[in-house]
């Protein structure tokens, strides 16, 4: 899939001049599955991503930084649960071997490519991925309708109606997601790509397993609620809905499926002592979150808007 390239090429000036070919592509360049490198889309602490040129499709390459190099972020929180198939693999991982880091090291950077696989197939709205080769995610080029790159949800103005019906497709996006088992355990609106048909969920290193995680239930309901505050500034009302908290209730049931369409209300069941008291751990959670943001906020009234930095930090 993939844009194709511009007709008229030298009016779409982004796309039109290849820069030098970055030593970490190279080998993809040599084994034919690049042939051009035209722009960066972003570097950061744990991955370069650029536009890229296959043939007569545009793509997307996202090369991962080396683990020492980008600092595991709470590593350990998100690799629980995590398949490791082999089980010397599995024994290395566990001992400090240097055979063992590497290991690590692979299982992290496998994971966005096997939670893009997987969603891809469940029919989640994500880049399809392309390939997986020296470090670097070949992936669909997102872009919008006029095939330049889709902007991101935290740039976009909207009005209340599309926030509701964007928020809803979300919503059912992460239900998708989580009955097939998965948890994007980092979802903002930096993470979110928006094309003509709507919101395209990107970034997902850190996905997690719902059914094998500890911190599965509070990391969903950290994705929903960042999701309901961001949709809540364009559509005050969605403030005061409880998807996330509705839909882990649903799953830890087992009655959530591919297309259950929720309420958005979650009523506690008397009967589920388990469930009423995570619940409350979840509240005390947001609780202490909501004090975070406000002190920041506080702190930083005079200052333009950045992104917020518990995004990255993966607390909770
Ligand atoms: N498939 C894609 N299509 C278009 N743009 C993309 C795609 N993947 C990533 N991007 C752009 O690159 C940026 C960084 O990618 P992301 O996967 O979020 O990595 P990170 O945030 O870890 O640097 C995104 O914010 C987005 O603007
Ligand atoms: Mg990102």
Redesign the pocket.
């Known amino acids: 899939m993939g844009a194709d390239l511009p007709a008229e090429a030298p009016s779409k000036l982004p796309y039109s001049f290849p820069m030098k070919i970055p030593a970490r592509l190279l080998p993809l360049a040599e084994d034919g599955l690049i042939d051009e490198v035209l722009r960066p889309?972003?570097?950061?602490?744990?991955?370069?991503?650029f536009?890229v040129r296959c043939g007569a499709e545009l793509r997307?390459a996202?090369v991962f930084k080396e683990a020492n190099v980008r600092g595991f972020r709470q590593a350990v929180q998100y690799q629980e649960g995590r398949s490791v198939r082999n089980s010397r693999r599995a024994r290395a991982m566990n001992k400090r071997t240097r055979y063992g880091q590497k290991e690590q090291e692979k299982a992290w950077l496998n994971a966005?490519v096997d939670a893009l696989y997987r969603l891809a197939e469940a029919g989640v709205r994500v880049?399809q991925p392309l390939g997986f080769t020296d470090g670097v995610l070949l992936?669909?080029?997102?872009?919008d309708s006029d095939g330049s790159?889709?902007p991101?949800l935290d740039g976009m103005s909207l009005s209340p109606d599309q926030a509701r019906a964007y928020h809803a497709r979300i919503i059912a996006e992460i239900v998708r997601m989580l009955a097939a088992g998965l948890i994007h355990g980092d979802l903002s609106e930096?993470?979110v790509?928006v094309d003509q048909a709507g919101p395209?969920i990107?970034?997902?290193?850190q996905a997690v397993n719902a059914a094998a995680n500890n911190s599965a239930a509070m990391l969903l309901v950290r994705d929903v609620d960042r999701m309901r505050r961001y949709f809540g500034r364009f559509a005050p009302e969605l403030l005061t809905t409880e998807y996330g908290k509705e839909m882990w209730a649903r799953y830890a049931a087992g009655t959530l499926e591919a297309d259950t369409v929720l309420s958005g209300s979650y009523q506690p069941a008397q009967h589920d002592v388990n469930l009423g008291e995570l619940m409350g751990i979840i509240d005390a959670a947001r609780k202490e979150e909501e004090q975070r943001l406000a002190r920041m906020r506080a702190d930083q009234s005079d200052q333009p808007d950045e992104p917020d930095p518990s995004y990255e930090s993966g607390e909770y």
């Open positions: 889309l972003k570097s950061g602490k744990e991955a370069d991503v536009v997307c996202k966005e880049p992936m669909e080029l997102i872009v790159v889709a991101r930096f993470n790509l395209v990107i970034d997902l290193p």
